[in-house]
């Protein structure tokens, strides 16, 4: 069965791979649509995350709460997917990694101090990674490892009824 670990910024889950085998074959053999089940599962974990990432982001600054308002869960069946940014929102990973403040910068031929608007860049690792998603995740991953693990037993209970 598969087993949820958490290393860095990541959930891992050991046996995922042959757990989606299986549901495949259930799937082909008539059964209940196990991958459907398994995306539906990987979006509820995400968007409890977001909801949580979104919550944190309103204690640092404004900047990082409009950053965590652009913050979407994907559905895929390998794993719980967030995406953030895009076009409306370049300045995500800004807001959440930070930026070297006060660097003199060139555009155009025109130079000048940039990236002030940011939090200070922390140095990524020993969990000091980001303003409100990355702390989310390191605080929140023993309820995210037993949320995947109760959304696995469902999804075995029904695709394996015996």
Do not use: C
Request: glycine share 10%.
């Amino acid at each position: 069965m598969a087993r949820a670990r958490r290393t860095d910024a990541t959930v891992n889950v050991k046996g995922l791979d042959q757990f989606r085998r299986e549901l495949r074959k259930i799937q082909q053999e008539g059964g209940p649509d196990g991958i459907a089940l398994l995306k539906e599962a990987n979006h509820r974990v995400a968007n409890y995350v977001i909801a949580k990432a979104q919550a944190k982001a309103a204690s640092v600054g404004p900047m990082q709460v409009k950053a965590a308002a652009s913050m979407r869960a994907g559905r895929q069946q390998a794993r719980a997917t967030i995406i953030g940014g895009g076009a409306r929102m370049p300045y995500f990973f800004g807001a959440e990694f930070g930026a070297y403040p006060g660097v003199q910068r060139t555009r155009n031929n025109r130079r000048f101090i940039g990236f002030n608007q940011f939090e200070r860049w922390k140095k990524p690792g020993n969990g000091n990674t980001g303003y409100f998603l990355f702390p989310t995740m390191r605080e929140e991953s023993r309820k995210i490892i037993d949320m995947y693990g109760d959304e696995l037993d469902k999804i075995a209970a029904n695709a394996f009824p015996n």
